[in-house]
């Protein structure tokens, strides 16, 4: 069993620049394959960016590419997003998944994922 707490959101203004962490329980955390995930009111959850469990490979989605910045210390239990130039539409929860893989190089893209935090809200004004 895998335990993920997230912590890092707030309120920022537009252009600013939040780091989101999220601490997992257990001594298996280097296992897993990781990702951020956020929903806004009204939509559907979206995939934000995956890590693979080496910390070698990333996946961003399109509207984030070039402001936002997966990495993990598996030395910590810990992945990390780090939010620059933040926008209005950013708005939303933020929430870390993991996933068990037994290759070092997966990146998930998408597909099932084993364990959830409960997420961390970020607001970004206008």
């Known amino acids: 069993q895998v335990q993920l707490v997230e912590s890092g959101g707030g309120l920022v203004q537009t252009g600013g620049t939040l780091r989101l962490s999220c601490a997992a329980s257990?001594?298996?955390?280097?296992?897993?394959?990781m990702a951020w995930f956020r929903q806004a009111p009204g939509k559907d959850r979206e995939l934000v960016a995956g890590?693979?469990?080496?910390?070698?490979?990333?996946y961003y989605t399109v509207s984030v590419k070039g402001r936002f910045t997966i990495s993990r210390d598996n030395a910590k239990n810990t992945v990390y997003l780090l939010m620059n130039s933040l926008k209005p539409e950013d708005t939303a929860v933020y929430s870390c998944?993991?996933?068990?893989?037994?290759?070092?190089?997966?990146?998930?893209?998408?597909?099932?994922?084993?364990?959830w935090g409960q997420g961390t809200q970020v607001t970004v004004s206008s």
């Open positions: 998944a993991a996933r068990y893989s037994q290759l070092l190089t997966d990146v998930p893209t998408g597909g099932r994922f084993d364990y």
């Open positions: 257990g001594r298996t955390f280097s296992t897993y394959a």
């Open positions: 890590l693979s469990r080496n910390g070698g490979s990333a």
